[in-house]
């Protein structure tokens, strides 16, 4: 009897290993979030597209034809495209998961779920609509030539889980604090407007190396943007590039990058579970 769901003490959860004895629910909050994304929209899915296409259009002109900053780098569009991609799955999946207990508060208020699965919903949203920004970057890459092998695709994925962890991590920390004190998603808003700026998208790595103290260097790399976003570069940008050097260590930099992506995990789960027993009172 013990032993039985049915028979779970009321408001007792498993934080995030939760989330996966409830997949109906998380399909369904899903397919809600997607569903009410561009609702009344009349382009719809188009602004998918659109939106990134007109972000790399302007930091193309002004970082590349204006400025002269890409400093003669071949195929200078496939390397800032790729990092816009990146930075932009984790601008949106941080800012779902941030504000997904606040945008559920109806729900959070009325019945009990497992709180975790609104942030992890608000994650998958943010990858469903990652897809077509990451499919119009391959069709671009495609253009000029890229190739894929099987080490592009395992480097690809791994750019991806440290984007999706760390941005849960800092969502389900923010998220939780968020609830009862606004001010949280304001200083979400502030991390995201330097987020662009603290990884190597509109400049190269050795820009840093050969100007910063040393180890503000190795700061800067250890970041696990920094080691994403290189991901990126390396599945999409290099293969057609070819030459450039990358930095040294770089795999080392993405899994201690991985680790504090993990380590931001673990302390947003426990900060998490620690405010959600007044989440209800304070919505």
Known sequence: MRDDPAFDTPGANKGLVDVFRHRYLLSLLLRKGIS??????????????VRPAAQFLMYYLVIGVILKADHGMKFFPIYLFSGIVAVNLFSEALRNTTSAITD??????????????FPMSALGVALVHFLPQAVLLIIVAL???WTVTWLQVVAFFGGILIILV????????????????????NFVDLILMFSTWASPVLYTWNLVRDRAPEWLFHLYMSNPMTGA???????FWLPIEGGTPRPEHLFTYVGIGLVIALVTLLIGQLVFRKLEVNFAQDL
């Open 104 to 117: 559920n508060s109806s729900l959070v208020k009325k019945i009990y779920l497992p709180r975790e699965l």
């Open 166 to 185: 760390f941005a849960l991590g800092l969502g389900l920390f923010f998220g939780a604090i968020n609830v009862a004190y606004r001010d949280a998603k």
């Open 36 to 49: 009410t994304r561009y609702h009344g929209s009349t382009l719809g899915w188009v602004w998918s597209y």
């Open 143 to 145: 253009f000029f030539g």
């Open 229 to 235: 976003v290189e991901l990126f570069h390396d599945v």
